[in-house]
Nanobody, 125 residues
């Protein structure tokens, strides 16, 4: 199982921005078919934020459309999540996830086999 390492979380006020990073090895990165970002708020189930396949097709959750952007840096083996106009309801632990299996990158935790440890995002009102 490849290692996914997230960073960039923190505490911001509502309306602020953060950029999360997910880095892995070059070998793993080049072999992942799907990569994505999930989040989990206290007491709630983990939910998909954005998923992206190796062809660049990206799907976003309705709750963050127009505010978040998932983008890759292939030279750095990194997937970013740019988060703008943050809201208190965006608070939670954010996880990077990936999977080598081909097929639709369904926005479900069961689609992804590799997970990072998470990075905390806290948005205050």
């Amino acid at each position: 199982q490849a290692q996914l390492v997230e960073s960039g979380g923190g505490s911001v006020e509502a309306g602020g921005s953060l950029t999360l990073s997910c880095v892995t090895s070059k070998f793993a990165y080049n072999n992942y078919y799907c990569m994505g970002w999930f989040r989990q708020a206290p007491g709630k189930e983990r939910e998909a934020v954005a998923t992206r396949n190796q062809y660049g097709v990206t799907v976003y959750a309705d709750s963050i459309k127009g505010r978040f952007t998932a983008s890759p840096d292939n030279a750095k083996n990194t997937l970013y999540l740019q988060m703008n106009s943050l809201k208190p309801e965006d608070t939670g632990m954010y996880y990077c996830a990936a999977d080598r299996r081909a097929g639709a990158c369904v926005m479900s935790t069961t689609r992804f086999g590799d997970w990072g440890q998470g990075t905390q995002v806290t948005v205050s009102s």
